[in-house]
């Protein structure tokens, strides 16, 4: 099955910082969604981004799906942004459309005062 | 709010023993998905549904079982219960099953097997 992979696995900033957090994949997917954690455990999704760019404040992301790769750009970095970042891909079905959601294993981002 | 509503929220219970976790999609979606996730497995796709039909399997044990109404609520059975379910199990939902929608997740449900 399709591999996904995210890096750093961890990261501490100080407030206040800008991030980059990367995910990549090994097949062609036709879905790609980026998911917050909470530390109350809450999973947002931040992002529905299988190809471009989008922007929602302060966070934005890239999908270049023909390099199999992900970003996802935090700035002006707050303590509320602290969690765990999921990167989850949907493998392309032939017929169209894409297989469930498959999860990489998580950036864990901590944001100090 | 993800709109997606889970009950319970927690839940505790003994080996052997046998649960029901609930969920309500947001309003408009059709397809229900159920997620584990524990510490060492991460998170875990366990089945779909779409509109009442059961559309992809995961790594779902046969100990598990779930459906989906025609109100279009799920639920999740789990039996013969086991101290390694113990777990957070998330219910999330989308508009369809084509994957060109964004995905959003209850809040889930923390199952603790003593």
């Known amino acids: 099955g399709i591999q996904v992979e995210q890096s750093p696995p961890d990261l501490i900033l100080q407030e206040g910082a800008n991030s980059t957090l990367r995910c990549n994949f090994s097949d062609s997917v036709n879905n790609l969604q980026w998911f917050h954690q909470n530390p109350w455990g809450q999973l947002i999704n931040l992002f529905y981004?299988?190809?471009g760019t989008k922007q929602n404040g302060r966070l934005s992301a890239t999908t270049v799906a023909t390099e199999r790769y992900s970003l996802l750009y935090i700035s002006s970095s707050q303590t509320t942004d602290s969690g765990v970042y999921f990167c989850?891909?949907?493998?392309?079905?032939?017929?169209?459309?894409?297989?469930?959601?498959?999860f990489g294993k998580g950036t864990k981002l901590t944001v100090n005062p | 709010d993800s709109g997606v509503t889970q009950t319970p929220k927690h839940l505790i219970t003994a080996t052997g023993q046998r649960v029901t976790l609930r969920c309500s999609p947001r309003s408009g979606d059709l397809s229900v998905y159920w997620y584990q996730q524990s510490l060492d497995q991460g998170l875990q796709f366990l089945i779909q549904?779409?509109?009442?039909?059961?559309?992809a399997k995961g790594n779902i044990l046969e100990r598990f079982s779930a459906q989906q109404f025609p109100d279009l609520h799920s639920e999740l059975n789990l039996s013969s219960l086991e101290l390694g379910d113990s777990a957070l199990y998330f219910c999330?939902?989308?508009?369809?099953?084509?994957?060109?929608?964004?995905?959003?997740f209850g809040n889930g449900t923390r199952l603790t097997v003593t």
């Open positions: 989850a891909v949907g493998p392309r079905l032939d017929q169209g459309g894409s297989e469930k959601l498959v």
């Open positions: 549904y779409y509109n009442g039909e059961e559309r």
């Open positions: 999330a939902s989308s508009l369809n099953y084509r994957g060109n929608s964004p995905l959003h």
């Open positions: 981004i299988p190809s």
